[in-house]
């Protein structure tokens, strides 16, 4: 009954505790409380226990490799989800696309078509981390929006490996054709007006009338001139 006492406490022991376990075994022991082989048994339990500590307290004190992705979350949320929702909303996207996609998808999405336009070749080369922080997305989001992307044929990818450990930035290329066409008509609502080729006729008789009716008016000058004197009293 004592052995099985035992061996309860030093199943729930703490490290502190497992010394004074170890003493009262073999005090035990001595009493004739228990039996070599089950003070042995008992001995190697306290050991047994001792390790797992050691190893739970050394899996707690590992740092993370650097390097490692990291979960990065947005310091202000309300903004986030401001900037998401401005970027779905762009209209970069046509409803035939939007539609296979999630708001913060859209977000991600617009952010790639935009840098294209800019690029001015159809393509984005900016990280997944520079996408995600100005669409209001996490990089989850982002690679979603993209592997989507990619199965409905939307984009390609072009992957820039250069080490195990670091590589470029993917480039990523618009070219569906309807996509494509989309972009360039949001590019302005209004038609540019083009200049007609009229040739001003410079008629005697209309520049004669024109300048008759500019005419400065000369009977100004010719008015007497009065002088208002004040009366003294």
Do not use: Y
Not at 5 to 11: D, F, R, W, Y
Not at 35 to 60: G, P
Not at 142 to 158: M, P, Y
Not at 197 to 219: A, C, D, E, W, Y
């Amino acid at each position: 009954m004592f052995a099985v006492q035992l061996e309860t406490s030093i199943a729930k022991a703490s490290g502190a505790n497992l010394d004074e376990i170890a003493k009262q075994i073999w005090k035990a022991l001595a009493a004739g409380l228990v039996s070599d082989n089950t003070a042995e048994l008992l001995s190697k339990a306290v050991e047994n226990r001792r390790t797992a500590l050691k190893d739970k307290r050394a899996a707690s004190q590992v740092k993370p490799l650097q390097g490692a992705s990291r979960a990065i979350k947005s310091p202000d949320k309300a903004a986030s989800l401001e900037r998401r929702r401005k970027q779905a909303a762009s209209g970069v996207l046509s409803p035939d696309i939007a539609k296979h996609f999630t708001t913060a998808e859209q977000a991600a999405l617009s952010v790639i078509a935009h840098s294209a336009k800019r690029s001015g070749g159809g393509s984005c080369d900016w990280f997944m981390d520079k996408i995600a922080a100005i669409a209001g997305v996490c990089r989850t989001s982002v690679r979603n929006a993209i592997r989507k992307a990619k199965e409905l044929g939307l984009i390609t990818v072009q992957e820039r490996r250069v080490r195990w450990f670091r590589n470029l930035s993917n480039i990523i290329s618009i070219v569906s054709s309807d996509w494509c066409k989309w972009l360039n008509l949001k590019g302005g609502g209004c038609k540019k007006v083009q200049r007609t080729n009229t040739i001003l006729n410079n008629n005697t008789k209309n520049t004669q009338k024109i300048r008759k009716m500019v005419q400065p008016i000369s009977f100004i000058s010719q008015l007497p001139v009065v002088s208002f004197v004040g009366k003294r009293e």
